[in-house]
């Protein structure tokens, strides 16, 4: 009987479960770790460079040891307050469901992963070609004008648009060069020239409705335009050259592609890593 | 050395962080070869630029982790190209890109940090180089920036070997070549350049320089750097020898005098302890025509202590200087003439009464100095001093010490007035002066000083023909004589900023040789009139400070005034220069409370009233 209890398994398994027990509650080497705070001068120097948020360990020993007694003890006391208030807290639990915590930790785990140099990547011409071709509309440029304008400002007695409408009526203004025109018309608070502006600057210096009603007008180095309104007023317009909104080829804009593309595999490898490490979990949705 | 003395040193880097790596040698879209004439407007256009940004060529700023930085981003970004912001991870653009660049890296250590990072053969084949690629080993921040700043204090890091050797021929070629990929003449002009990065005794003679040529003119030399000398008057020599030597222009342009502890524009001795004499004043007028004003550090244009009877004098100051006693404080500077821009003005004349030279004739401008290589200074688009400051979050936390990161000024912008937007024009009218400052918004401003001016010459739709038939642009002296000054001047708001509140004109003069200086309000929005004292009442403010908005319902989009100096002394040298201010709009730090649904921090005014200085124009007696 005795025999056969002595060799249950049940027993050696509770028998070896004793000895472990005893031994790490007497004489694990961690014993006490958790009530006995100890003060190294490793610990007093992380601790003062965590204080100062500044890391060099050399410094921040001739610091120490430039300490009178009364700041060493301070500085002691501090560390000691510190420690015995965290692991404390730990006891407690504070630590768990805590919001903050938890996403300084997971952020520490995103600077992990994006610790993925460029020399890493290899790029290959059809794939950036594909990259391109998905992401064509990220290198939209806008439409561009060149032109001329004489201007009829609003707040004259006589309307800005009978008055410029008179001043075109006359056939040798109907001529009147780029350079001449400057002569004629009103001040006007910008530019009476602009090369190669793109629509977003001029519908800024303009108004919008500047904008659309320029973008109808077809080129014509000889003819004054309009009048065409502004927030400013009336305006002829001598649309020396437009060009439509355009995307550019790859080719004129190949190491913008290249940046943008390395950015975007990137990305990809760090989803890639992610997406690893959520597969070793089972994920249960319990709504 | 002393824990504090290391992080006062702060103060004259940046700290920025980012993740990413980039390739040096990325190199610009390749353009299409145009042989197209660039078309020349006699009357000028206007071009806007920073003549001063830094980027991971900068020691400083790649020890704090702008390894994404390069100038080749500085380049992108200035364009209009969408970056991804590091601090947010945010999508960032500039609003508008600007006309012209120059990358201006401290010359002392040129790119040795990114070299030694990538283990670079010809820079480990010397013995600093060796220690260099010790210090930049694993991540760059504050500790590495130590490790380098302990090592550069006991003469470890070897600037002197590195700044005149082998290296640095190789990588101010490297520099060199981004500005000529990104050359585009016509369109947007990458300068050559690189800052003097001089900080005698704590106190800032800091100069940015650039040339109008390209990589082969310009590596023919090595960049001067406070390496060799850090007294402004061996830059001067160097830069009469270099120019002679190899056929370069260049402009040497000093900046952040607000925090030079007196030292920038000295009325009595030099750098050196010598007595100025016309030699210095020559030489000083020569090379430095052009003075940076406003900048993330600050205004240098007076100070409130020194300009009691300017009541805009206290305006984005910054006084924090570039050392420490110790302690957790920042050392502040005292209020010294020598340290601001108007002041030097009149003492320029004082000067030249003694002398017969004003070494202080210098046009005025704006830039940045960004650490980030993001040229962006709209208040409601900062790009930051240090990419660490780049959150809203981040904005009302401490710098270093008691330094906020609101304390930084979201300012400022170079505006030129140019033939044509290409290297040689823009340079050109650097050293005619026909240039101007702006806090950041794109002010338009013409100022034509002459005899003859009346009031309906600039109602003119051609009044800039009539100013330069009549008179002469900001920047000049004006000749001959007559019953009394006029400026005609023109303002126009910034297209997509606020109305403009007035135009005033800054007057200083000489009467007995003692220097004078009074402020005329001479053009202003709405129907205020002046008292008794010539002080115009405020324009009012629509500023809402939760939400960081404004309306142009108060003031104009465009001021226009012939002004007649009431006070003219034909006997009495004196230089005016003209500064117009925007209605109030939200200061940056606004648009970051507000974007953190809070209320504005108190430690600064919430609205600022941005504002444009013209170069001044000089009168002398025969």
Redesign the interface.
Known sequence: MLQRILKEPLLHFLFVGFLLFVYFRYYSPNSGAEDTIIVHKENLLNFMQFQ?????K???S??LAQFSEKEKAQLINNYIKDEALYREALKLGLDQNDFVIKRRIIQKME?LL??F??STVSINVDSLQSFYAKNKH?YFQDAQFTFSH??FKDDKIASAIDRATAFMAKPAHQKISASES????????????Y??KTLN?LE??FGKEFGALLTNLSTDKSKWQGPIRSM?GQHWILLRDKSAAQIPSL??????V??DYI?HL?KQHKQGQIDQLIKDYSVKIDL | MKFHALILCLFLYSCTNSTENKDTTTSATPKTISNKEVSKNPNKNLYWGDTHIHTNYSSDAFLFGTIMASPDDAYRFAKGEVMTYPPTGEKIQIKRPLDFLVVTDHAEGLGTMLRARNKDPLLLSTEAGKRLAKIVEGKPGIPMFLKWLRAKNLGQTGLTEIDTGKVMESIWTAHNQFADDHNDPGKFSAFIGWEWTSTLGGNNLHRVLFTPQGADVANQFLPYSATHSPNPEDLWEWLEKTTEKYGVDLVSIPHNSNVSGGLMFPDDKDSKGNQIDVSYAKTRAKWEPVVEMTQIKGTSEGHPALSPNDEFANFELWDILLKTSGGNTAERATPNRADFVRYALQDGLKIEENLGVNPYKFGLIGSSDTHTALSSVDEDNFTGKNLIDGGAADKSKPWINDVLHIDFSSSGYAAVWAESNTRRDIYDAFIRKEVYGTTGSRIQLRVFGGWDFDQKDVEQSNFVDIGYQKGVPMGSDLNNTGKSVRLMIHAAKDPAGGNLDRIQVVKSWLADNQTQEKIYNVAWAGDRELDSAGKLSPIGNTVDLKNSTYTNTIGSKELAVVWEDPDFNAAQKAVYYVRVLEIPTPRFSTYASAKLGQDPWTEKEPVIQERAYSSPIWYTPK
Not at chain 1, 183 to 189: E, S
Not at chain 1, 251 to 256: G, K, R
Request: glycine share 4%.
């Open positions: 100062s948020k500044a890391f060099n050399a410094v921040f001739e610091k600077f994006d610790d140099e460029d990220r004489i201007f400057l002569q004629h018309g009103d001040r006007f608070l910008y530019h009476r020239n090369s190669e600057f800024n210096q400013h080719e004129s804009i190949y190491s913008t290249k940046t950015g990137k």
